[in-house]
């Protein structure tokens, strides 16, 4: 394996899909809530995407069975909004600046064959004493004060790592829009609590009501 490339299960029917990237990261929070958007909407894994930029290592499973690190692609049709989800295993080395850009061009490339115009990234970000808040960053003014007005913070002046920040540049040179959701957390171990904030608020932002319970 020289260079990235995908495994497509099947192909999805979906009208306008909303993208949305929640990988491993400060407080695995963006990760936490893709897993749950996956679980509330019953989202089904249709493609995976290897990439020997990813570390050197292979995941076992209970049976002792090894598998390639690797990101993952969910499709969900749903009443209101379509998604693509994407989570995976782990990013690459932060070092590794050309990997990023890779990966990430190679995931815009996916998406936008099956026709995502929006994307959401989801994240983490440092705070010690804002347990429960939701920042935004977005491609326009305009969409960061749509996501203001719905109850997020601006993030100004500052840096979002990683392709929960890259993939967002990136999307918006190609014309693209799009938002980046962080939510709060000291970081230290992975934060479902900060994770659930940002999936909540990404709901309800789209129209959709989440009880606690989930």
Do not use: W
């Not at 010690?128 to 305009?142: C, F, H």
């Not at 929960?164 to 829009?177: I, P, V």
């Not at 970081?187 to 989440?210: H, I, P, Q, T, Y």
């Amino acid at each position: 394996m020289d260079k990235p490339y995908f495994r497509e299960i099947f192909n999805p029917v979906l009208e306008n899909p909303i993208f949305v990237q929640g990988l491993p990261g400060f407080g695995n929070v963006g990760k936490i809530a893709a897993h749950l958007l996956i679980k509330f909407c019953g989202a089904k894994p249709f493609a995976e995407m290897y990439a020997p930029y990813f570390p050197d290592y292979v995941s076992v499973d209970s049976d002792g069975v090894c598998r390639l690190p690797k990101y993952e692609f969910y499709a969900a049709p749903m009443d209101k909004n379509d998604f693509i989800i994407m989570t995976g295993d782990a990013q690459p080395s932060f070092e590794d600046v050309v990997a990023h850009y890779e990966l990430c061009s190679g995931v815009l490339n996916f998406i936008t064959k099956h026709g995502c115009n929006f994307i959401i990234t989801l994240g983490g970000v440092p705070s010690v004493e804002d347990a429960g808040l939701v920042y935004v960053a977005a491609t326009s003014p305009r969409l960061a004060i749509e996501f203001m007005e719905k109850g997020a913070i601006l993030y100004a002046k500052g840096r979002i790592v990683g392709a929960t920040g890259l993939m967002l540049g990136m999307a918006k040179e190609r014309g693209m829009e799009g938002v980046c959701l962080l939510g709060a957390t000291t970081g230290f171990r992975a934060d479902r609590g900060a994770g659930f904030s940002v999936f909540k608020f990404l709901m309800k932002a789209l129209g959709n009501e989440v009880k606690e319970g989930l």
